[in-house]
């Protein structure tokens, strides 16, 4: 059969593909894992939409403590959010364009703010990324057994395995998680959708069934809205914000062109969840809603809108595994924000290193881990963790924002000065609502936070520290020493005569100019018989390698090779000493827990106390 022309003109003589179309093709598929626009929304957004089952509910609560005078205030303080969330999408829209490789507030805090303040920056974004884990994963599952009141004492176990769903489709990919997700944020966001629209034109609740027979959370004495109400009830309605960073934290997962793909994202996420929150602020007030307890804002509204019918059932059950999934937005912000920090010699490199799904697989694990503890700690009750939430991005958007304004009094671009305002006032208002949600919820366990950022700054120093002594060790960024050739010995620890000792042997004489062969000697009757037994073999055998015997008066595997080696080295300091460990390697994985992990002794014990280079020899059975 013939090969069609364009078929010859793609290989080469060896009948493969050529380096260039090989390279085309694995960029190609590096692309199908990552991001389009509507992808990015449903894999980065799911916190931030998932927000508006918490947001406005903590406005009303802080507001219902001034009665029906303080409820009327709900829907100001709605649209102040939402201008900050409108300066936010903007400022980080920026953001996305002057930084492209990723890292948001932490990229912008590095250049513009110096490297302690990217550090907090930094910190303040992984705990608040690790934080929004444990809060999503314990919120949707208390939503889940609110409805199902049996599964309660069995709540943290449905929490772990909540979490280990969302890490296993992470690790697939984030592509793929996006894929996943698409659908339950589609249904979750029409539905909120509808309940708005309905809701506008009804002139009454159509239900109030759902809040029927509980008791009402409204204080009763309170007729004044004071400053400093009005200013809680914005900080704690500023939760609904977190994830909006998210974006611009992960622009690397976007296909290309990655940062026009991105700054849509996050266009789309902020018109969304402005739209969302303001109508159901209009909502609460439209049907003159008050909070009561055992029964969600978002519920009530549903109820008043939909009907106590299937469509009330559909809000709710959309809204029990967004929250559940709302994790994701950490999955696919956390881990490129670790591979920055790791490239940074902030964090271990491992967590650079990226799986063939485009996977940063090391913090996924990482964050998955983390995520677990809390949740452990926590019993998998969400408001012991909720305190802990939202502080961290504050901070992390009030230096991104600051850093925002020297970057355009720096850059002086077209329009610069209203661009710096803008951020400036972000700054203002995001640096407020910071300073209120740490001292309002101070005694609650915010306490932890204000502690774990600064002891969070010290790892990554101590780290970076780490690294830098690394480098100076190895003369890194100068040009080394010509190699030369020494004279190389290589010592082949041997217990017993077989396929493996010769496999060994044959590698050794291959990489040394001079080889030997070491066996322990036990004191013992038997340990003697045995090497008199190898010894009667091995000369019998004649290898053309001397078998040098090693006492152990103490029975011990390590210390006699390391006392040889190291006896070799201060014998002829020129040479290059190897010990060539022969290891078998079974075809099953569970027959591996068959083996007497000598090889792994030998090892440790020689990578330990001697500066030898350390061969492991796999020899496969089967």
């Not at 996943?180 to 239900?207: E, H, K, N, Q």
């Not at 009750?381 to 009094?409: E, K, S, Y």
């Not at 305002?421 to 915010?446: D, I, R």
Request: with cysteine; hydrophobic share 50%.
């Amino acid at each position: 059969m013939s090969t069609p022309a364009h078929t010859e003109e793609r290989l080469d003589g060896t009948g493969e593909e050529p380096p260039d179309t090989k390279a085309g093709h694995e960029g190609l598929r590096e692309e199908q894992h990552r991001l389009t626009a509507l992808q990015g929304l449903a894999a980065l957004s799911l916190d931030a939409m998932a927000s508006v089952a918490y947001g406005p509910e903590s406005i009303v609560l802080v507001l219902a403590a001034a009665g029906a005078h303080g409820l009327g205030c709900t829907l100001p303080v709605t649209l102040a959010i939402a201008a900050l969330l409108a300066v936010l999408v903007a400022s980080y829209r920026q953001v996305i364009a002057a930084f492209p490789d990723g890292g948001g507030s932490y990229a912008v805090a590095k250049r513009h703010l110096g490297r302690r303040t990217s550090l907090v920056t930094a910190a303040s974004l992984v705990l608040d990324y690790v934080l929004n884990v444990a809060v999503s994963v314990t919120a949707g599952v208390a939503a889940l057994t609110s409805a199902f009141p049996g599964l309660h004492p069995h709540r943290l176990w449905i929490c772990l395995g909540v979490l280990a769903l969302v890490t296993g489709v992470n690790l697939r990919g984030i592509a793929e998680s996006a894929k996943a997700f698409i659908i339950p944020t589609a249904v979750f966001v029409g539905s909120i959708l509808t309940m708005i629209v309905v809701g506008l034109f009804r002139d009454a609740p159509a239900s109030t069934e759902a809040a029927a027979g509980h008791a009402s959370a409204l204080g009763s004495d309170a007729t004044t809205v004071g400053a400093l109400l009005l200013l809680k009830a914005f900080a704690a309605g500023c939760s609904a914000l977190t994830g909006v960073e998210a974006v611009a934290n992960a622009v690397p997962s976007f296909r290309a062109p990655r940062a026009r793909r991105a700054q849509r994202t996050e266009v789309a996420l902020g018109a969304l969840l402005g739209a969302m929150l303001i109508g159901l602020s209009v909502l609460i007030g439209r049907f003159h809603l008050q909070p009561v307890e055992g029964v969600t804002v978002l519920a009530q509204l549903a109820d008043a809108s939909l009907g106590h019918n299937w469509a009330f059932y559909v809000v709710q059950f959309a809204t029990v595994v967004l929250l559940a999934l709302a994790a994701n937005t950490s999955f696919g912000g956390l881990p490129v924000l670790m591979s920055l920090l790791a490239r940074d010699n902030y964090l271990p490199h491992v967590f650079s290193l990226k799986a063939d799904r485009q996977v940063h697989r090391h913090g996924v694990l990482a964050l998955a881990a983390v995520s677990a503890l809390l949740l452990v700690f926590s019993g998998g009750d969400v408001n012991t963790l909720v305190p802990l939430f939202a502080i961290g991005v504050f901070v992390g958007f009030t230096v991104c924002q600051v850093g925002m304004v020297r970057h355009w009094r720096l850059e002086r671009s077209s329009g610069w000065r209203g661009k710096a305002l803008l951020n400036g006032f972000g700054a203002l208002l995001t640096g407020v609502s910071a300073v209120v949600v740490t001292a309002t919820k101070f005694s609650e366990g915010a306490w932890l936070i204000v502690l774990a950022l600064p002891l969070m700054v010290l790892v990554f120093e101590a780290v970076h520290r780490a690294y830098t002594r690394i480098g100076d060790g190895l003369a890194l960024g100068r040009v080394p020493e010509p190699p030369r050739r020494c004279h190389s010995v290589v010592v082949v620890p041997v217990s017993s005569l077989s396929r493996l000792t010769s496999k060994a042997l044959t590698a050794a004489v291959s990489l040394g100019d001079e080889v030997v062969a070491v066996t322990v000697a036990p004191p013992d009757a038997e340990g003697r018989r045995a090497v008199e037994s190898l010894r009667r073999d091995w000369d019998l055998w004649r290898p053309g390698v001397e078998l040098v015997e090693l006492p152990a008066p103490d029975r011990a595997l390590g210390r006699p090779i390391v006392d040889y080696v190291q006896e070799v080295a201060d014998r002829h300091p020129d040479n290059r000493v190897i010990v060539l460990i022969p290891e078998v390697e079974p075809a099953r994985l569970w027959q591996r827990l068959l083996q007497n992990q000598r090889g792994a002794v030998v090892a440790h014990a020689v990578r330990r106390d001697t500066d030898a280079v350390i061969c492991r020899l796999r020899f496969r059975v089967g």
